[in-house]
T-cell receptor
Framework: DQQVKQNSPSLSVQEGRISILNCDYTNSMFDYFLWYKKYPAEGPTFLISISSIKDKNEDGRFTVFLNKSAKHLSLHIVPSQPGDSAVYFCAASGRNDYKLSFGAGTTVTVRA | DAGITQSPRHKVTETGTPVTLRCHQTENHRYMYWYRQDPGHGLRLIHYSYGVKDTDKGEVSDGYSVSRSKTEDFLLTLESATSSQTSVYFC?????????????FGSGTRLTVV
């Protein structure tokens, strides 16, 4: 049973606008949450993370928000750029668990 | 990434044949992982290793075995390939047990079982 869920398989956004990607999880023991970005024919690359003691983490154009009570996190990309077109995976793990659980991914397309 | 290499990058094999995929790292990281990526499922863990000769199963380990005889190499073997094992396979490495720091992934192996 998938513990990390990304319910939107795709997202299309105009260049310069905000992209919002959502992720839900079921395991209340998860302590770390990460976003990975993947281009075709390449491996996923780490984008940004957040621990359960925070509710927001920002890195340049990327901000991740965590709502523990709702078991929900989101990734905001502002402003969206053509190079942001990729598949984005949400991932999570517990504090002493060295395994990551991944969502199914959301394909983002940024239109010019 | 420069510190992790997967081979081969592409392979086509016949049903019932054994197949071995190789992951090689130059980072001296302790933790290594094999994932498969399939549409609608994202990345699912097959097996992982937390040291030389120390391995454990992930969520989709049936039909797969692994070996790690050296820190730098982690081999994934499909004992008797089936069409359901057609997928893209990714190896990942991690320096720390604390996965909040994330993994570094290889570029993947696209395996087709015909």
């Amino acid at each position: 049973d998938q513990q990390v869920k990304q319910n939107s398989p795709s997202l299309s956004v105009q260049e310069g606008r905000i992209s919002i990607l959502n992720c839900d999880y079921t395991n209340s023991m998860f302590d770390y949450f990460l976003w990975y970005k993947k281009y075709p024919a390449e491996g996923p690359t780490f984008l940004i993370s957040i621990s359960s003691i925070k509710d927001k983490n920002e890195d340049g154009r990327f901000t991740v928000f965590l709502n523990k009570s709702a078991k929900h996190l989101s990734l905001h990309i502002v402003p969206s750029q053509p190079g942001d077109s990729a598949v984005y995976f949400c991932a999570a793990s517990g504090r002493n668990d060295y395994k990551l659980s991944f969502g199914a991914g959301t394909t983002v397309t940024v239109r010019a | 990434d420069a510190g992790i290499t997967q081979s081969p990058r592409h392979k086509v094999t016949e049903t019932g044949t054994p197949v071995t995929l190789r992951c090689h790292q130059t980072e001296n990281h302790r933790y290594m992982y094999w994932y498969r990526q399939d549409p609608g499922h994202g990345l699912r863990l097959i097996h992982y290793s937390y040291g030389v000769k120390d391995t454990d199963k992930g969520e989709v380990s049936d039909g797969y075995s692994v070996s790690r005889s050296k820190t730098e190499d982690f081999l994934l073997t499909l004992e008797s390939a089936t069409s359901s094992q057609t997928s893209v396979y990714f190896c990942a490495i991690s320096e720390r047990q604390d996965t909040g720091y994330g993994y570094t992934f290889g570029s993947g192996t696209r395996l087709t079982v015909v």
